[in-house]
């Protein structure tokens, strides 16, 4: 019962929030709705048995990620964007809807009509299968080359970033 | 598919996860504001780390778990380089419509 709680109240703050990113003028509140969907998605990770994965995506996300978003949404002062938040263009835009709900459709039925086939798949409940040192032990064995070029992209990303912002002109140099 | 209401099985977590992704897909086709396109991709990324956690339970394996965690430093690095871009973006124009940039020419 308590895993059936878990979902329902967790994915809907997630499917909220998203709700919320797309459809509000404001760009802070989409930040602030943005958060709520992490914290969301953080809570289905512990439903799905992976309470340090919870915990990694509530640091980095809703801590880090959002706190960049934020900061640049309020170091430019930008005023609400009042009824046109979406791109002009009547028909393209229903065009786009009407893709996206076609694409929906397909992975709903996708899902739908592949759901017996999942019939055999028994999560091993009792198991801490996703704890610290089972993730560890195969981040550090199978995937220990991919690990070190993360490092290497982490060390490579913030020298580009701070290159990037000190960047003058270009070829729009006034 | 109503009978299964109250017991959450893997599809339940996958129909999140869809609808996460679609969420993010419209956002990104639909918004003006740069940075609104820029936390709907957030999003899509989101979305996919659901769709790997909720395999890696129910085939109890633990290889997903380690790949959400390779594709959450991405998306951080991700959202750091496009916050950049943003930013500098800002600096020249005073500009975050998106349809302002639709004639970039170097």
Redesign the interface.
């Known amino acids: 019962m308590a895993e059936v709680v878990i979902f329902y109240v967790f994915s809907a703050v997630t499917l909220f929030g998203a709700l919320g990113v797309i459809l509000h003028p404001n760009p802070i509140i989409c930040a602030l709705h943005l958060v709520a969907t992490m914290c969301g998605i953080a809570g289905l990770f512990f439903g799905l048995n992976a309470p340090f994965i919870a915990a990694v995506q509530l640091m980095v996300y809703a801590g880090a990620v959002m706190v960049l978003f934020l900061f640049v949404v309020m170091i430019f002062n930008l005023k609400q964007e009042g009824k046109h938040i979406f791109s002009p263009g009547q028909f393209t835009n229903g065009l786009k809807v009407l893709f996206g709900g076609m694409f929906a459709g397909l992975l709903l039925s996708s899902i739908l009509f592949k759901i017996n086939n999942f019939g055999y798949l028994t999560p091993d409940k009792a198991a801490p299968q996703f704890e610290v040192k089972n993730i560890a032990k195969v981040m550090f064995t199978d995937y220990v080359f991919s690990f070190e070029i993360l490092g290497l992209l982490l060390l490579v990303i913030p020298i580009g970033t701070v290159a990037l912002s000190r960047v003058r002109g270009g070829t729009h140099a006034k | 598919?109503l009978s299964n209401l109250?017991?959450?099985?893997?599809?339940?977590?996958?129909?999140?996860s869809?609808?996460?992704?679609?969420?993010?897909?419209?956002?990104v086709?639909?918004?003006?504001?740069i940075?609104?396109i820029?936390?709907?991709i957030?999003?899509m990324l989101?979305a996919v780390?659901?769709a790997f956690?909720?395999f890696?339970?129910?085939?109890?394996d633990?290889?997903g778990?380690?790949i959400?965690?390779?594709v959450?430093?991405?998306?951080?690095?991700e959202?750091?380089?496009g916050?950049?871009?943003?930013?500098?973006l800002?600096k020249?124009f005073k500009e975050?419509n998106?349809?302002f940039f639709e004639h970039l020419k170097?």
Do not use: D, Q
Request: glycine share 8%; charged share 5%.
């Open positions: 598919m109250f017991s959450i099985g893997i599809g339940h977590y996958l129909f999140v869809g609808a996460l992704f679609v969420m993010g897909m419209l956002g086709l639909l918004r003006k504001n940075l609104v820029l936390m709907s957030e999003l989101n780390n659901v956690v909720t890696a339970y129910y085939l109890n633990v290889n778990a380690v959400v965690l390779f959450i430093a991405i998306a951080a690095t959202a750091a380089v916050l950049a871009l943003v930013v500098l800002y020249n975050v998106i349809r170097g």
